[in-house]
């Protein structure tokens, strides 16, 4: 008998683990571990995932991870496989074994080659990882993760993330930072960290005599309260959300808690009468809090001009662990150097390959009313016009507006967007979301009057209202927001289908963070899209997305530019602050049926291989790849004339990036919008013209059922016109049944009529050779 893997697993690899004491000793794990699910491919589908067979952990780290193949095979074979998945899980050992032979890589020293057995125990390898020894290392992993029964489990990059923070605290590092892509769970992985800190009992006296008091700091009530809700699994008498009207109901600043949420703004001032003394973050003594988390650090007080800097200095004792989803830019450079290098990082175009986040499409809108020059027969209604001035994006809806312009754009989003799902539009000021909003709901057609609100500044504990109800995934209503700035980060909502730019995007930073709005995954959704009528596409030429910052560049407006909405809530009593008033704004009606002359032309671009490309770029990827995939069209048509063969080869092109949705953009693209995935293929490979799926069914009925009985001509005619109606997916093998049920009512039902099974199947096969002659 051929000894499988799971023999190999089960009668030597397992053995030899647990008799080193692996899943026997105390703190000793092996586990099998899905690393990723795979990219979210269309129709449900996902590319391939990445699983590790083995996983050796101890007191809570993961030290090694083996790659198992069956005997039969070479026991080096698995070892490319060890290496990417010890890289991923960031654990020192990599082995790959046939059972037999065993092979070991030390990922920090490089150091490779055979091992004799015993394989190590799981104190030696522990030893060979950690040769300095560091009591708080061990105490923290004694602490297990809070899982909630078992309905969470940390990712690998959570769990990376976790540890590199808990091994810099042991190590006495101060000031930690995290770079982690929006949608990735930061909440989540500050929740396990304060839970293990809590639970050791961890403290600035590094003394486990008392549990610490941790702060949480955010910028935004929204945040505050999110992180207040995801820490629900601490006893209730742990936690204090630190607000201004329960510091005045009390008559004094909470102190018997362990872990307390607030924000900046209420630790810059009480918001109380002006007889009533003032509540400052000075309340407290500097050495109160043990560990402080700043969410959103690159927005708050790490920023060298923010008056919030002064909070984060004044509790200088404190550990401080900034969270961010923005890499190292020119305009937050002050933020790494606060903090330092992140000790761990986890990029967006990591979390789509891996599939743990959303892809996306871009519709690049451009249209012929993108600059404004005023002309005869336009009308100002207020300001003063500067007849000589090209207007550009900037000014639109700042210093001029064009209601008819607006207006066009709305309607052409619309008309492409599905109007049942969820959209996020990003506009120039609040008046602007205003305006917009209400263009929306006047050529809706849901006649639902809450369809479209807006989510700003000034809408206040209303606009929170109608962002918590976007947010409930089982409400449709609200369907779209609109807004300016407050948006751009801090929605967990995770089922935001189009994000709809109205406004230019002036930093990387920005961008990246409104992506984010629609990175997180939901059941059914593929990708979103984002249609952008201010090339703020042009950030994708940022080096890699991910890569080094660009040379520093001025890209803040000027005081007298900004809008009064920004991206913090007002303070929960505001203090006074001078603000110039805004610019005088012009108002044009352009002359009657001008606005009738307003055309836009679209462009669609991809998300591939961790950058952005445009169609023309994606085909001819395409075709590189084809060519090392086909030699010549004979070997493309044998291919899809055989479903198994079929499926596999579209299993390769899947991973590689090509799948069923993006193919139909490409059918689209070389106008053959009624033609199978093969014409596709043939085309952009051979120079093949296209023929569309009626033309191919009709030779197929011609040339393909001699020799047949009629039930079974008919039984092939109805597959065809399946084919036909529905594309390739109707001609997998699985189908075949799916066909006999309906026709005939099951397979035993079916063979009366038509015979065998083989004879069926052969039918069925051999129809498909005559389809792509």
């Known amino acids: 008998m051929i000894e499988t893997e799971a023999d190999t697993r089960a009668n030597r690899i397992d053995p030899v683990l647990r008799d080193a004491g692996w899943g026997v000793a105390d703190g000793a794990q092996v586990h099998r571990e899905l690393i990723c699910p795979g990219r979210i491919l269309a129709g449900g589908q996902r590319g391939t995932g990445l699983s590790a067979d083995y996983v050796l952990s101890y007191r809570g780290r993961k030290l090694a991870v083996i790659e198992a193949k069956k005997a ?25 074994t046939n059972g037999i032979g065993w092979y070991g890589i030390d990922m920090h020293t490089g150091a490779e080659g055979d091992i004799a057995l015993p394989f190590p125990t799981p104190e030696q390898l522990w030893l060979r990882c950690f040769p300095d020894g560091n009591d708080w290392r061990e105490r923290f992993g004694t602490v297990p993760f809070e899982t909630g029964g078992g309905r969470w489990q940390p990712r690998y990059y959570q769990h990376n993330a976790i540890t590199a923070v808990l091994e810099a605290i042991a190590k006495d590092r101060n000031r930690v930072l995290l770079t982690l892509a929006t949608g990735t769970g930061k909440t989540s992985i500050a929740f396990q960290i304060v839970w293990k800190l809590f639970h050791s009992k961890w403290n600035l006296s590094r003394d486990p005599v008392r549990r610490p008091r941790i702060l949480f700091l955010a910028d935004r009530n929204i945040l505050a309260d999110q992180a207040f809700n995801a820490f629900s699994a601490f006893p209730s008498d742990a936690l204090c959300r630190i607000r201004p009207e329960e510091i005045r109901k009390r008559g004094g600043i909470p102190r018997n808690a362990s872990v307390f949420f607030t924000i900046f703004q209420t630790f810059m001032t009480g918001g109380g009468a002006p007889d009533e003394p003032q509540f400052t973050f000075e309340g407290y003594e500097p050495d109160f809090f043990d560990f402080i988390v700043i969410d959103e ?267 009064h909405d920004g991206p913090f809530d007002p303070p929960d009593g505001p203090p006074h602050v001078d603000e110039p008033p805004p610019p005088e704004r012009v108002v044009v009606k352009l002359a009657d049926g001008k606005e009738r002359s307003i055309r836009y032309v679209s462009a669609t671009t991809y998300w591939h291989d961790g950058r952005q490309i445009s169609a023309q770029e994606f085909m001819e990827q395409l075709f590189g790849d084809l060519d090392a995939l086909l030699t010549h069209e004979d070997e493309l048509r044998a291919i899809w004339s055989d479903p198994d063969r079929r499926e596999a080869f579209i299993q390769q092109l899947t991973d590689r990036g090509y799948d069923s949705e993006r193919l139909d953009d490409m059918r689209r693209l070389i106008d053959a919008p009624n033609s199978d995935i093969f014409d596709v293929l043939a085309y952009v490979r051979f120079t093949l013209a296209p023929l569309a799926r009626s033309q191919r069914v009709r030779c197929a009925l011609s040339n393909g059922l001699g020799g047949y009985e009629r039930e079974m001509k008919s039984f092939l005619e109805y597959v065809l016109g399946n084919y036909e109606r529905n594309g390739i997916g109707e001609l997998a093998s699985n189908k075949v049944a799916d066909f006999l049920r309906i026709r005939y009512g099951g397979v035993n039902d079916a063979k009366r009529v038509l015979g065998s099974v083989e004879v069926i199947r052969r039918a069925f096969v051999d129809i498909q050779g005559h389809l792509f002659r």
Request: overall charge negative; charged content about 30%.
């Open 297 to 563: 650090c690159h927005r708050g007080g790490a920023r060298d001009e923010s008056t919030w800097r002064g909070i984060l200095e004044y509790f200088k004792p404190a550990v401080q662990l900034g969270l961010t989803a923005t890499p190292k830019r020119d305009v937050n450079a002050d933020t790494y150097a606060y903090f330092g290098e992140p000790v761990y990082t986890y990029a967006l175009k990591e979390g789509i390959g891996d599939g743990f986040l959303t892809p996306f499409k871009v519709r690049q809108m451009a249209s012929t009313l993108d600059e404004y020059t005023f002309t005869d027969g336009d009308v100002v209604l207020a300001g003063e016009i500067d007849r000589d001035r090209t207007y550009t994006e900037a000014d639109f809806n700042t210093r001029l507006i064009i209601d008819q312009r607006e207006q066009s754009r709305v309607q052409e989003f619309m008309d492409q967007i599905d109007q049942r799902q969820k959209t996020l539009v990003f506009c120039a000021t609040q008046d602007h979301a205003a305006r917009v909003r209400d263009f929306i709901n006047q050529i809706k057609d849901n006649p639902d009057p809450h369809y479209c609100k807006r989510v700003t500044a000034d809408d206040g504990e209303l606009g929170e209202r109608h962002l918590r109800e976007f947010q409930d995934n089982e409400k449709t209503l609200p369907t779209i927001l609109t807004t300016s700035q407050k948006l751009s980060t801090g929605v967990d909502a995770l089922n935001i289908r189009n994000i709809v730019l109205l406004r230019p995007i002036r930093s990387m930073i920005e961008f990246k963070q409104i992506i984010g709005r629609g990175t997180r995954t939901f059941d059914g959704k593929d990708y979103f899209t984002i249609y952008d009528f201010v090339k703020a596409y042009e950030h994708f030429n940022d080096p890699e997305w991910d890569g080094e910052p660009l040379p520093p560049e001025d890209t803040r407006p000027s005081r007298k530019d900004r809008d």
């Open 72 to 96: 039969g095979l070479g026991h080096t074979t698995g070892v490319g496989q060890a290496k990417d998945y010890a890289d991923r899980l960031k654990a020192r050992f990599a082995y790959a």
